[in-house]
């Protein structure tokens, strides 16, 4: 008999190796052999301590975007209500206006650092099953290739942070041209609605922008599914 081969989704894997450098104390996470402690675990509860999660993230951000990466003191404040929102810190969240149960939609100017950050707060709940943040352009690249098979497979599961949402061009299938991010949209409305699955965003454009790039439908669901983070309209290019 042939030996069947399992594949392991892309997010599997990637939580499997988050996991991998916790310790049994969720306030350890261990780094080149280095062990750093970002809260206090009485056993039961997790109290997360943001000063040394600091630490940690400029740590871990050097080690996958190299050692010219820091933390801005002007980004502290985006920082802080990313990690409260993924902890999942009731009273924090409230207090800066964040419903734990919506997901991000993290908005600023080109290059002030969204994508980055994303990919970076992740790590500090490594016990968290992941979110793949996929650039909006190459899913309208797969759809154009492949057509509503795209579309589908985003309506049925899995954790997602659409990257540079509004940048992307209107798919093409076929001589037909589609709003693919606005169908996959309302799709992963209806999710959000009967579900767990997480549905991020980051974008360049504000909200007027982004209506009119996907209409009142698309945008009257936003509103209901994303709590919207933002950096200040004059954040500074840091691709420079």
Do not use: W
Not at 96 to 122: A, E, Y
Not at 232 to 239: C, G, H, M
């Amino acid at each position: 008999m042939h030996r069947q081969t399992k594949i392991i989704p892309k997010t599997e894997i990637i939580s499997k190796l988050l996991k991998s450098r916790t310790m049994a104390n969720p306030s350890k996470i261990i780094e080149g052999g280095i062990e750093y402690s970002i809260g206090r675990f009485n056993g039961i509860k997790m109290f997360y301590d943001f000063d040394k999660i600091l630490i940690y993230l400029d740590v871990k951000g050097k080690l996958l975007f190299g050692h010219d990466f820091q933390i801005h003191k002007r980004d502290e404040p985006i920082i802080l209500k990313l990690c409260n929102y993924l902890v999942q810190d009731i009273k924090s969240c409230q207090k800066h206006d964040i419903d734990p149960q919506k997901n991000i939609l993290l908005s600023g100017p080109i290059g002030c650092g969204k994508t980055t950050l994303l990919k970076l707060v992740q790590f500090i709940v490594p016990h968290q099953r992941p979110f793949e943040i996929i650039p909006c352009r190459n899913i309208v690249f797969g759809f154009n290739n492949l057509g509503f098979k795209i579309i589908e497979d985003y309506e049925k599961g899995g954790n997602y942070c659409f990257d540079d949402l509004g940048l992307e061009p209107l798919g093409s299938h076929y001589g037909r041209h589609f709003n693919v991010m606005g169908e996959i949209l309302i799709s992963r409305y209806e999710l959000f609605l009967t579900s767990k699955f997480k549905t991020h965003a980051t974008t360049n454009l504000m909200s007027e922008e982004l209506e009119e790039r996907y209409g009142e439908r698309v945008r009257s669901r936003m509103r209901k599914m994303f709590n919207l983070i933002s950096f200040d309209l004059a954040s500074e290019d840091k691709r420079k």
